[in-house]
């Protein structure tokens, strides 16, 4: 089955600079790939996602770049603030109906 | 936040024990999940459900069974919990259909088995 490996567990960066997360997956028919942010105590949301037929998209301060060959893809804060401060988990999706989720990356952002 | 309720949000139970938790949503959509969040394993499918009576079986499902008579209601036993069943769990809905599987998270329910 599909498999998402998540790197790096814990990121700390000082506020103002930029965070990259990375993840890989093993299923070449995955092709959705969500992020979830989850702050402390609360449920995770949806913060962007890409599909297979693109290889970039942003949203303000984040992006997420896909490359398929490769089977990995990242998520990209710049500009951090201290609300980015989160757990975050990247996806893929083997199956339209079903989601793997990664083991989850803990941003701290330092003032 | 979506309509998505679970209930109990807390339950502190017995090893041995059966446990029913609720997933409710007023959506009305098609697809509903059932994860656990453990530290250091991030979210675990348990089993989803694709309408009324389709389920299948996810990445952890031993020890788990689950049910869904009507569209709103989605349901997860533990028929003789177990310490190891410790774990905050998570419902989600989806409608790949309209919203390109984005999945809406319920608010938790944190399980203890002492």
Partial sequence: GENVEQHPST????????AVIKCTYSDSASNYF?????ELGKRPQLIIDIRSNVG???DQRIAVTLNKTAK?????I????PEDSAVYFCAATPRDDKIIFGKGTRL???P | DAGITQSPRHKVTETGTPVTLRCHQTENHRYMYWYRQDPGHGLRLIHYSYGVKDTDKGEVS????VSRSKTEDFLLTLESATSSQTSVYFCAISDRDRTNNEQFFG???RLTVL
């Fill in chain 1, 11 to 18: 990121l700390s960066v000082q506020e103002g600079d930029s």
């Fill in chain 1, 34 to 38: 969500p992020w979830y942010k989850q």
């Fill in chain 1, 56 to 58: 970039e998209k942003k």
């Fill in chain 1, 72 to 76: 990995h893809f990242s998520l990209h």
């Fill in chain 1, 78 to 81: 710049t500009e951090t603030q």
């Fill in chain 1, 108 to 110: 701290h952002i330092l």
């Fill in chain 2, 62 to 65: 031993d020890g788990y069974s």
């Fill in chain 2, 107 to 109: 608010p938790g329910t």
